[in-house]
């Protein structure tokens, strides 16, 4: 269970990202960042107002105190970079959840937060494993899975995409892949 003092104090730092908890102060940065590019891959579109936000984030701050969610603000520096997380924290799989806003893609920047994270979580929260959704389409996530050792164990549909589900170890997640040519996911 994270407490609310816990909730507070989560901090993860990595060698160019600070990772803490989400609070109200976050709130104009996040919703700035939440483009309709953004979330093509993800089961939700963007709220239309900061307001409609609110109602989205304040459910966040109560299933982080009573334990059963993470909402992590990614940071560099000053800048926000988007959101890390975990649902079903008290599952033997918590299921993630990450993005990066559009203009800080395609820097490492969820690779470096992911492993950390999930690091942090398994040391934390002794899960087996993490379950890692992605859309078939989203080259990015895919290869993040892989490199964090996500092995393919499913497939599902959504109204907005097909989906493929990766389990990615825990024990595995310190370790990642120096190399990833998908051979890993051709076996699977
Ligand atoms: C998925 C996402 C979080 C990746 O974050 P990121 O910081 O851009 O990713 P990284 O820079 O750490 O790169 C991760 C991997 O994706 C690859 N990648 C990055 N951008 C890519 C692109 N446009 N096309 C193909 N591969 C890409 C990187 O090369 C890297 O793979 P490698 O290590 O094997 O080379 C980000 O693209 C995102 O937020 N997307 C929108 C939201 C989303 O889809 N979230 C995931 C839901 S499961």
Redesign the pocket.
């Known amino acids: 269970m994270v407490t609310n003092q816990d909730r507070a104090m989560i901090g993860i730092l990595t060698e160019r990202l600070a990772i803490r908890s989400f609070d109200d102060g976050d709130a104009a940065e996040t919703f700035a960042a939440i483009t309709p590019g ?5 089961n939700w579109e963007p709220p239309s107002s900061l307001e409609k936000f609110a109602e989205v984030w304040r459910c966040w701050l109560p299933a982080m105190s009573a334990g059963s969610e993470l909402h992590l603000v990614i940071r560099a520096g000053q800048e926000f970079v ?1 959101i890390a997380g975990l649902y079903g924290l008290r599952e033997d799989q918590p299921e ?5 806003k559009q203009a ?9 937060a992911m492993a950390a994270l999930l690091a942090w979580a398994s040391q934390r929260f002794g899960p087996s494993a993490f379950r ?4 078939v389409d ?4 895919r ?2 899975a892989r ?1 964090l050792g996500g092995v393919l164990v499913g497939t599902f549909d959504r109204p907005k995409y097909a989906g493929v589900l990766y389990r990615v170890p825990a024990s595995g997640v310190g370790a990642i892949r120096k190399a ?1 040519d998908g051979s890993a996911e051709n076996s699977n």
């Open positions: 953004l979330t093509r891959f993800m988007g993630v959840l990450l993005w990066i800080a893609q395609g820097n490492g920047y969820g690779q470096e890692w959704p992605a859309a989203n080259a990015p996530s290869r993040l490199r990833d």
